[in-house]
């Protein structure tokens, strides 16, 4: 149990368009999903918190209109980045909360989507 | 906020020796605090964790520790195997009732395991 997954796995586009990453709990109801962010050989940075059926929320210094989330059901979350620039090229992945027979909630990571921005 | 810090942030060991993983927390609200496992260029994977209400547990080679007063935790591996090798991850949230934490992670220790 527990398992969540990422699409697309890798994604390679052009300066200036947008790419929209997307996150499911397959075997689970996640209320909550994260988005971080990762760069090479350095640790995981939580971009934002997900909640099913409302705004997203964003960590301090990430634009929340560049980096779209959207949560429309329990087991499905998406990141869109908007208007991609080469700087924006990382390892983005995603968790989803499961209840654990009560607080505190455990995360499960997706395998993560590397996306390259030439 | 909260802030978590590891040490070290290399390890390495002969095959069969023990491993132990350090990390501090700030938050004193902090009441779990997982374990994860990241090889590269794949998922972290969840390996162990602890809450506040206890102080010890233990999975087969692995254990983790918490001194609520002292504010840190540690992970313990035992008779390393080369598997072992990867980068581990501490993490630290306040989570309760029905609040979901956010995972503050810790910056990670590569652990290289020599046969």
């Known amino acids: 149990g527990a398992v969540v997954s990422q699409h697309p796995s890798w994604v390679i586009c052009k300066s200036g368009t947008s790419v929209k990453i997307e996150c499911r709990s397959l075997d689970f109801q996640a209320t909550t999903m994260f988005w971080y962010r990762q760069f090479p050989k350095q640790s995981l940075m939580l971009m934002a918190t997900s909640n099913e059926g409302s705004k997203a929320t964003y960590e301090q210094g990430v634009e929340k209109d560049k980096f779209l989330i959207n949560h429309a059901s329990l087991t499905l979350s998406t990141l869109t980045v908007t208007s991609a620039h080469p700087e924006d090229s990382s390892f983005y992945i995603c968790?989803?909360?499961?209840?654990?027979?009560?607080?505190?909630?455990?995360?499960?990571f997706g395998p993560g989507t590397r996306l390259t921005v030439t | 906020g909260e802030n978590v810090e590891q040490h070290p942030s290399t390890l390495s060991v002969q095959e069969g020796d023990s491993a132990v993983i350090k990390c501090t927390y700030s938050?004193?609200?902090?009441?779990?605090f997982p374990w994860y496992k990241q090889e590269l260029g794949k998922r972290p994977q969840l390996i162990i964790d602890?809450?506040?209400?206890?102080g010890e547990k233990k999975d087969q080679r692995i254990a983790v520790t918490l001194n609520k007063t002292a504010k840190h935790f540690s992970l313990h591996i035992t008779e390393t195997q080369p598997e072992d090798s990867a980068v581990y991850f501490c993490a630290a949230s306040r989570s309760y009732g029905g609040s979901q934490g956010n995972l503050i992670f810790g910056k990670g220790t590569k652990l290289s395991v020599k046969p």
């Open positions: 968790s989803a909360a499961r209840l654990a027979g009560g607080a505190p909630y455990e995360q499960y």
């Open positions: 602890i809450r506040s209400n206890v």
């Open positions: 938050d004193s609200a902090s009441n779990y």
